[in-house]
């Protein structure tokens, strides 16, 4: 079955840096984008970035720039660099892909908290 299995998350100074992965088993991995979301407490889940199968990537506006999504097909694995961390960062991060037909997978996710 489809997994996805997000790590890499704790607490972090702001102006910090950490790297998350998704590891991913159950379809074939370097078919498919994967994205990054977030949720921040009180508030509704939001696109981070995605990478494309080919390795291309796109961006929410508020990270360009401070975070890089990059992917390796042979471990089945999609990472998220994040540098620059802010406070409004904080959040549980989530990993997604969409297979065909539309079905959309999650994983449970990894806390991000920036703080003093």
């Known amino acids: 079955q489809v997994q996805l299995v997000e790590s890499g998350g704790g607490l972090v100074q702001p102006g910090g840096s950490l790297r998350l992965s998704c590891a991913a088993s159950g379809f074939t991995f370097a078919n498919y984008g994967i994205s990054w979301y977030r949720q921040a407490p009180g508030k509704e889940r939001e696109f981070v970035a995605t990478v494309t199968p080919l390795g291309g990537a796109m961006y929410n506006v508020a990270v360009k720039d401070r975070f890089a999504i990059s992917r390796d097909n042979a471990k089945s694995t999609v990472y998220l660099q994040m540098g620059a961390l802010r406070p409004e960062d904080t959040a549980v991060y989530y990993c997604?892909?969409?297979?065909?037909?539309?079905?959309?997978?999650w994983g449970a996710g990894t806390q991000v908290t920036v703080s003093t």
């Open positions: 997604d892909v969409e297979l065909d037909g539309g079905t959309a997978y």
